[in-house]
């Protein structure tokens, strides 16, 4: 069973923020964010691990919930760079070494 | 470089004619998976190699076989392809279990008519 993404699309103006949340129906141990621009494969943004762990860099940061099974993606003062699709991939707390990614949320950065 | 490559990058087939994607890696690198993507459905696991030894089901492994005789190689081979296989697939590497990023290759576009 997928992960949730909210919003499906969010299209923003340079410099304006958004958030990409990522909920899931399991139990989870760590949760992934990738970025895929059109047309290459996906790159890795992060890991967050169970226990609440909130990470970034420079002005990407985001968020791990294990009690909500929910994680949030923060984009700050947004970049054209920023524009493409996000994914949250979930590895479940079972000792399960599989991801379930979520359908995607498309960003696009406007200037 | 340190890269994940896969070949073919564009096939067209043949429904029931059998075919191998290869996936090779050159980070030494102990996880090795294999994705789908379609549209609107995100990546789908289809399998998944802890190392050498292990290897296990992902999400959708029907009509998907793999194979993992060196830490460097994974092919995915579709023995009889259907055209509901026709999909953008992923070869992914990480240093070791889901601790750590991934890498992923440039992706291989199958056409299954």
Sequence with gaps: ???????QAVILREGEDAVINCSSSKALYSVHWYRQKHGEAPVFLMILLKGGEQKG?????????EKKQQSSLYLTASQLSY???YFCGTVPDNYGQNFVFGPGTRLSVLP | EAQVTQNPRY???VTGKKLTVTCSQNMNHEYMSWYRQDPGLGLRQIYYSMN???TDKGDVPEGYKVSRKE????????????PNQTSLYFCASSLTGT???QYFGPGTRLTVT
């Design chain 2, 11 to 13: 096939l067209i087939t």
């Design chain 2, 52 to 54: 050498v030894e292990v």
């Design chain 2, 99 to 101: 601790l750590y990023e």
């Design chain 1, 83 to 85: 524009s493409g699709t």
């Design chain 1, 57 to 65: 860099h420079d002005k990407i940061s985001a968020s791990f919930n």
């Design chain 1, 1 to 7: 069973q997928q992960p949730v993404q909210s919003p």
């Design chain 2, 71 to 82: 830490k460097r190689n994974f092919p995915l081979i579709l023995e009889s392809p259907s």
